[in-house]
């Protein structure tokens, strides 16, 4: 919410409750109160954009413009007059735009997206035999500290959100344009040392790669260059290479009442995503701001649920990927059965919370013992399995605690995400780089260390 928003929100109000419950001569003196505030709209609406969000609001103000002109307000105009008031507190249910935490490491974040064609790989979720598959990514990498331009646009889809985003309403979105990412757009890599170690992001199943802006902004401000992916037709808006709109497709199979066998289905193109990202890294063709940015020695894939099955496969499968990481994400492909002879980590949420089914157990502890690599575990306490995305952001600090409880987790999702950025740091700088493992100073509540020196 910004200042405006603020001022006009809080304005409103006092004046509806300055409007009720005041005697007689202070209502004379509140029947200007309407214009300062239809001014202050008017400015608003101009400067800023509708966002419905607003509209109760618009209403309370237009309810006290109609009750300055009568010069009167009856029991009946009162009521109208609170429960106006009382939806118009909506909004901070709701926030118009939300505020993300501002990265914490010494660089500034430049961003750049790139939507690319796979002409070798049909695209199985269309009846199009001649659709091929579409692959996006956003990057984010360190960039010079004077650097300066818009920020990056938050999400795909804006203007033309589906009726459904996750769990939540798609018009919810259509004001989230303006959402400071804390990235510049276009902005062109700082290289002051060389080229910048590679994070791979895969998204959780059905969440947009916008979701994880926060993290890998902040991952990025502390020296990687993180490309995080969008997976079209799972992601709930993909804008493809054509500029088209690529919502979910779905063809779930018979007698797969959790989804496993299906999940099973989906997890190879994912796969596939992974390598074509590095293939068009490697080749060092139109990555525009990026170019040069990108160490292609030190590479490591990371993801967040079935993001984390997606990291976990593609490592055992792609040989130049490094190191990986599954945040909170079921393990799949059979990925459990083979070696994979690489650095891991698997970072969980509050066992307790999310209640992670005894499969996902069995198939953790059958990977590290198999491993052959460092390994490391960590449990965050009171975080759930959405904790690690923006989510719990897109509600307004009163909200928040409710909806931590519909989850519930009831550690604050910015601390989380803050937890995760600095485990995944040092796991990282002692999988990547030439510096021995740096040990993370744990805060309380988390719990876990090596599983495997």
Request: hydrophobic fraction near 45%; charge should be positive; proline fraction near 8%.
């Amino acid at each position: 919410m910004s200042a405006l928003d603020a001022v006009l929100l809080g304005s409103a109000l006092l004046a509806a409750v300055l409007w009720i419950f005041a005697g007689e001569r202070l209502k004379r003196t509140l029947r200007w109160a309407p214009v300062t505030l239809g001014v202050l709209a008017g400015v608003q609406l101009v400067t800023e954009g509708y966002y419905w969000q607003f509209l109760p609001l618009y209403v309370l103000i237009a309810l006290m413009a109609v009750l300055a002109l009568r010069g009167r307000a009856g029991w009946l105009s009162r009521t109208a007059l609170g429960l106006a008031a009382l939806a118009s507190l909506g909004v901070w249910a709701v926030l118009a735009v939300p505020v993300l935490p501002a990265p914490k490491g010494p660089h500034a974040v430049g961003s750049a997206t790139y939507r690319w064609v796979d002409a070798s790989r049909r695209e199985d979720a269309t009846d199009d035999p001649a659709d091929r598959r579409n692959v996006v990514a956003q990057a984010f990498y360190p960039t010079a500290p004077n650097a300066r331009g818009p920020h990056s646009v938050y999400m795909d889809g804006i203007g033309r959100m589906p009726p459904k985003v996750t769990l939540l309403p798609g018009f919810i979105f259509e004001s989230f344009g303006r959402v400071q990412t804390h990235a510049l757009a276009g902005a062109s890599v700082s290289t002051p040392k060389g080229p910048w170690p590679v994070v791979i992001f895969s998204p959780g199943y059905g969440a947009p790669r916008a979701f994880y802006t926060s993290l890998a902004a902040d991952l990025a401000s502390r020296g990687f260059v993180v490309m995080v992916l969008d997976h079209p037709y799972e992601s709930p808006a993909v804008e493809l290479a054509d500029g088209s709109l690529a919502t979910p497709i779905e063809r779930f199979l018979p007698n797969d009442p959790d989804r496993t066998r299906y999940m099973e289905t989906r997890i190879q193109p994912r796969v596939g995503d992974v390598s074509y990202a590095l293939d068009r890294l490697a080749a060092g063709r139109d990555l525009g701001p990026l170019g040069g940015g990108a160490d292609l020695q030190r590479v490591a894939v990371v993801g967040h649920s079935f993001g984390g099955a997606t990291a976990a496969l593609a490592l055992a499968r792609d040989p130049r990927l490094k190191a990986g990481a599954d945040v909170d994400g079921m393990l799949y492909g059979g990925v459990e059965a083979v070696s994979l002879g690489r650095p891991f980590l698997v970072i969980e949420s509050d066992r307790g919370v999310t209640k992670h089914p005894q499969l996902y157990l069995q198939r953790v502890e059958s990977l590290f013992g198999r491993l052959g690599a460092p390994a490391y575990r960590y449990e965050i306490k009171g975080a759930n399995h959405f904790s690690f995305t923006d989510a719990e952001l897109f509600f307004a600090p009163p909200a928040r605690p409710l909806t931590r409880r519909i989850f519930g987790g009831s550690r604050p999702s910015a601390q989380t995400l803050r937890i995760t950025a600095d485990l995944l740091e040092s796991f990282l700088r002692a999988s990547l780089t030439a510096q021995a493992g740096v040990q993370p100073q744990l805060p309380p509540g988390v719990v876990g260390g090596p599983v495997r020196p």
